[in-house]
């Protein structure tokens, strides 16, 4: 019973994540050097692509009074006496996400983070690559490499949602940055129903 709920505790969850993740980063360079592994990272960074940026400024306090919120109201939802309706609880869990998202993207002091050529942007760089869905389809592992380091050795999926995405509001990283904000936490839905019929609602929560 009381290993029981060690392991389910989330603090336990937590450091269990972590010590997986670290694991993964002390193998990635030894990985790496053993199969030769050609890829845009530095082996001493690895899985990611680049150390962390220390740049400690005043849009810090943003995304530190949004985690503080965060906590504040789960905090209310757990110790709530009364049931609280799901859709209360997902546009909750949603408005908090988007307010995460963008919090965290204006540490920089813009909406758009600086140009990079790393994550979701070498998957919209690749999206002119292609003309159609079709040749999305067709031709996606033979363009692989032709491709940036995260699209030729991903799946599809993100190429041709930022193609869909990109087709109908325009080529732009303003697309991209929406498209990421406010379809991510449409996410929390599915994962909330599912979660609800395995746990409990505080364990949810």
Same mark, same amino acid.
């Not at 505790?9 to 336990?12: A, E, G, K, V």
């Not at 530095?42 to 692509?49: H, L, V």
């Given at each position: 019973m009381v290993t029981q709920r060690i392991y389910r505790? /989330?603090? %336990?969850q937590f450091c269990l994540v972590i010590a997986v993740l670290w694991a993964f980063h002390l193998l990635s360079p030894l990985l790496i050097d053993h199969y030769q592994i050609s890829l845009q990272v $530095?082996?001493? $960074? =690895?899985? /990611? %692509?680049g150390g962390p940026d220390?740049? +400690?400024?005043r849009w810090i306090v943003l995304p530190i009074i949004v985690f503080a919120l965060y906590f504040y109201l789960i905090s209310v939802m757990l110790k =709530?006496? +009364?049931v609280i309706p799901t859709p209360v609880i997902l546009a909750v869990a949603m408005g908090l996400k988007i307010a995460i998202d963008v919090s965290i993207t204006m540490i920089n002091g813009q909406f758009l983070p600086p140009i990079t050529e790393h994550g979701v942007a070498q998957y919209l760089t690749d999206v002119p690559k292609f003309d159609s869905l079709g040749d999305i389809l067709r031709n996606y592992t033979a363009k692989a490499n032709q491709l940036t380091t995260h699209a030729? @050795?991903?799946p599809p999926g993100p190429v041709l949602t930022l193609w869909l995405a990109t087709k109908y509001f325009g080529y732009d990283r303003l697309t991209k940055a929406f498209l990421i /904000?406010? @379809?991510a936490p449409v996410s929390l839905i599915p994962i909330y129903l599912l979660a609800r019929q395995i746990f409990d609602?505080? %364990? /949810?929560?």
């Open positions: 505790s /989330i603090p %336990f $530095n082996k001493k $960074n =690895a899985p /990611i %692509f220390r740049d +400690l400024n =709530a006496e +009364l030729g @050795t991903h /904000i406010f @379809t609602r505080r %364990f /949810i929560c």
